[in-house]
């Protein structure tokens, strides 16, 4: 049974950081590309940031240069480290694995957590 366990949301205030953290069980977490995603009220699910079983990286445009994402194989986790946080970031953030063999993907998620920036 693949679960992905998310930590870390919470209330901060605009210019404050966060650190989101998730930790992966029942896949072989080195093969999968991580992914952060968020929802805001109203609105999609969007990509924040990604990270590829290489290590390379992807990012956001409204992101890039304030949040950064890292994973540690060794403890099967994807972190989220977001700076500069404003409200606009306010949405629910969650954890993706993926992974592509042939024609098949192989996608999971988190329950998802809340993050709402506001003085």
């Known amino acids: 049974q693949v679960q992905l366990v998310e930590s870390g949301g919470g209330l901060v205030q605009p210019g404050g950081s966060l650190r989101l953290s998730c930790a992966a069980s029942?896949?072989?977490?080195?093969?999968?590309?991580m992914g952060w995603y968020r929802q805001a009220p109203g609105k999609q699910r969007e990509l924040v940031a990604k990270?590829?079983?290489?290590?390379?990286?992807h990012y956001a445009d409204s992101v890039k240069g304030r949040f950064t994402i890292s994973r540690d194989d060794a403890k099967n986790s994807a972190y989220l480290q977001m700076n500069s946080l404003k409200p606009e970031d306010t949405a629910v953030y969650y954890c993706?694995?993926?992974?592509?063999?042939?024609?098949?993907?192989?996608?999971?998620w988190g329950q998802g957590m809340q993050v709402t920036v506001s003085s």
């Open positions: 029942g896949i072989i977490f080195n093969i999968y590309d």
């Open positions: 990270i590829t079983s290489g290590s390379s990286t």
């Open positions: 993706n694995a993926d992974r592509i063999v042939g024609f098949i993907e192989h996608k999971y």
